[in-house]
């Protein structure tokens, strides 16, 4: 048998064996199987303190994008939870119950298909802090398993 055939064979037996055992990953939540369900969250670099031309911030817009196991963008259930850490204000945590299909669809952005929060300072911080507002962004799946995620919002400097 000349060398081609056997490499042949040898190729067409790997790539049989391999093509039968394929098994698909599925995401788990709650006990169900989904496809493509959220696997990971980030806190997305949209995310900013609004800033007005006097140097006033007004607040905050938080963009938390979710991503499935391939790495596209998607849709989750379950809460999130945003909490800030901004000079002089108290009242900046705020809670999504994400399973209540009105509050999912009103905090989903389709554009960037991220969820987008936007957080008003009451009153309106006089000037942007240095080194930024501290965020904090927990995913609590409907499994009950939360995820933390940390960053520094800070304003666009469109300068």
């Excluded at 997305?44 to 905050?60: C, D, F, I, K, M």
Aim: charged share 20%; with cysteine.
């Amino acid at each position: 048998m000349n060398m081609f055939r056997r490499l042949y064979l040898v190729s067409a037996c790997i790539t049989m064996l391999v093509g039968c055992d394929f098994v698909p990953q599925h995401t788990t939540k709650g006990g169900v199987d989904f496809p493509y369900g959220p696997e990971t969250f980030q806190i997305h670099l949209l995310s900013r303190l609004e800033s007005s031309p006097e140097g006033q911030v007004p607040g905050a817009i938080v963009c938390v994008e979710f991503d499935d196991r391939d790495g596209q963008a998607t849709r989750a259930t379950g809460l999130l939870e945003i909490k800030m850490t901004a000079p002089d204000q108290t009242g900046l945590e705020r809670a999504f119950d994400l399973n209540n299909l009105e509050i999912n669809k009103d905090v989903w952005n389709r554009t960037t298909r991220m969820y987008q929060v936007i957080i008003p300072f009451d009153p309106a911080l006089k000037r942007v802090p240095d080194g930024g507002i501290p965020i904090q962004v927990i995913w609590t799946s409907i499994d009950g398993k939360p995820i933390m995620e940390q960053g520094i919002l800070r304003a666009l400097n469109l300068k």
